[in-house]
Each structure stands twice: as C-alpha cells, then as structure tokens.
C-alpha cells in the first residue's frame, strides 16, 4: 500500500518532507516498518550528492549558504542536510544551522534541514542516506550534506556522496598537519575559504600547499587529469564559487561518461546495506533480555570473576541460541 506522504513527497511538498524526514529518523519500530516501505516506494534519482567538511571555525555554513544561494538562482533547487554534534551526556544538539543559514532557509528554491548526530560516528546522522533519497525525490537537483567537522572517523559522508569536499581555512599554522592524510586522500575537491582582504596571500600560499601535497597521494581511477585539485573561494565576497562549482561539474560528468558514477553508487548501496545490517545486530543488544544478559556478564567481569574476552564470548553464543 502506497504510503500517504509518498504523492506529496514527489510533488516536492515541503512539509511532506519534513515529515518524511522526522519518520525515518524515528527509531520507533512502526515508524521503521513505515519508512523502509517509503523509501523502497522511491523513483530512482540524478541528483548531484556533495558531502562537505572542514576544520572547525572554517565557515562551512557560510560557505554552503553563499553556494547554495548561487546555486538557486541558477534555477536549481537546493536542499542542505546539516548534522550537528549530540551531547555525550545530555543527548542533545542545538541544530542552529537554519540561524546560521537564515537566507538560504528562507528561499523558496531551497530546503534547510539540520539533524542531531546523536552520538553516531563518521560525522553524520545515521538516517542521513534516508535523508538525501528523500530530498532527491522530492525535486531538489543539489543535495549538500554538511558533517559536523573534520576529526579521525569524519569521513563517513564520503561514503553516501557523488563527491567530496573539504573546506579548510588559510593561516591556520601547520595546515598539512592539522588535517589526517585519510581525509586529504578521499577528498576530490579541497577548497580553502576565506580568500579575500588581508588572508587572500595566505590563501593563496596555502592553496598551493595543499597543491603540492595532493600530487604526492595516489592516483585514483576515479579522477580526470588534474583532480583532485585545491582552490581557493570567499563565502564572503562570492569569490571562486563559479570556479569551484565548475569543476565539481566537470568531475561529475567525467565520472558520469567514463562509468565511474554508476560503480561508487553500487558501491554506496552495498555500504548502505552494510551499515543497516550493522545497525541491526546492534539492535539486538537494545533488547530488555539482552540488556539484563549483558548487565549481568558486566558484574561478573567487574568483580574479576570472568574474563571480558570470556565474557564476550558467552554473550555471542547467548545471541545465537535458539529463544
């Protein structure tokens, strides 16, 4: 049976998706009988994914509220997914992206959508994949997914995205240093922001850095002559956004023309797929009778009475005895 908030959805009905999104964010078991029917009810899609990170203080949502902007008055319809950091203790977020992006929120052409990450690692939300078919569905062309900031398991969105930038700050000291080589290596477009006024030099400087840097990593099958590459933008003044917007075109046609495109969405349906197989092995461990079991494993273990590998094995095989 077609779900009720599929024919709004495709007609790209706002609140339908913001419903839609509230659904599939909802860890309530109807809710996700609910929305895994929604989302194998959706039509394929071509919209472009770009996932987006960078050091903290870079400007990412200035940065995404000056491209989008751009990127609506060229006719194209932008939604943004942001994920915002939970708290380790309270659980809480203070999704302040829509303040932070006031005039893309407001724009008809676009749809601003923050997302608690609530404790989920990789630098995304863990329905965010749901999220972006959504968007897709509902008419937007450009779908940015904005991480909550670079660290060592922050590259997850590279994994649900057509392509990956990574936004970094000039004078910002040690630059090469200060970004993990894992995250240089799956970028394909780094752009340093804030190029204008008194840090356009240094921009400049830390441009050609990271130049010279990413012509030492390893070629990738994926990439055209010349990617990726580093460029310098202003969110500011609007400076470089043509440019970079041009080459992530260029990229994604590229890939689109030499088979590449089609290979990284297989590839991302199967991480997909691994990543809700995951999820519901853990699920099991949320069980009341789970709970009680590894509640007790944990008191045995604290009191030196059973080893934690022993402990961990006994929980294994109590998963996988017949109840």
Known sequence: ???????PLLRGDRRAL?????????????????????????????????????????????????????????????????????????????????????????????YVRPSPSSAHLGGVARRTRE???????????????????VGQSETLVAQMSDLFILLLAPAGGDELQGVKRGIMEMADLI??????????SPARRTVADYAGA????????????????????SATTGGGLDEAWSCMRHLADW?????????????????????????????????????ARISDLGDRVTQGALPPVEAARQMLDWLRAPR
């Open 1 to 7: 049976m077609a779900d009720d908030l599929l024919t």
């Open 18 to 110: 913001s419903r839609a999104i509230t659904l599939v964010e909802s860890t309530r078991s109807d809710h996700r009988d609910r929305a895994r029917r929604l989302i194998a009810a959706l039509p394929d899609s071509t919209a472009l994914r770009i996932g987006l990170s960078g050091t903290p203080g870079v400007g990412k949502s200035t940065f995404i509220e000056a491209f989008g902007t751009m990127l609506t008055a060229q006719g194209m319809r932008v939604a943004v997914l942001a994920v915002d950091p939970s708290s380790t203790r309270s659980g809480g977020s203070i999704l302040g992206d829509k303040t932070r992006m006031e005039l893309l929120s407001r724009n008809p052409r676009a």
């Open 131 to 149: 999220a972006i078919r959504l968007c897709e569905a509902a008419g937007h062309d450009v779908v940015l997914i904005e991480t909550v900031g």
């Open 191 to 200: 752009l340093v922001n804030k190029a204008d006024g008194d840090l356009l």
């Open 214 to 233: 990413l012509r030492l990593l390893r070629k990738r099958a994926q990439d055209p002559e010349g990617f990726p590459k580093a460029m310098p933008v």
């Open 255 to 291: 890939r689109r023309n030499a088979g590449h495109f089609d290979r990284i969405r297989a590839e991302q349906a199967c991480d997909w797929f691994m990543a809700e197989l995951q999820g519901g092995l853990l699920a099991q461990l949320d069980a009341p009778a789970a709970r």
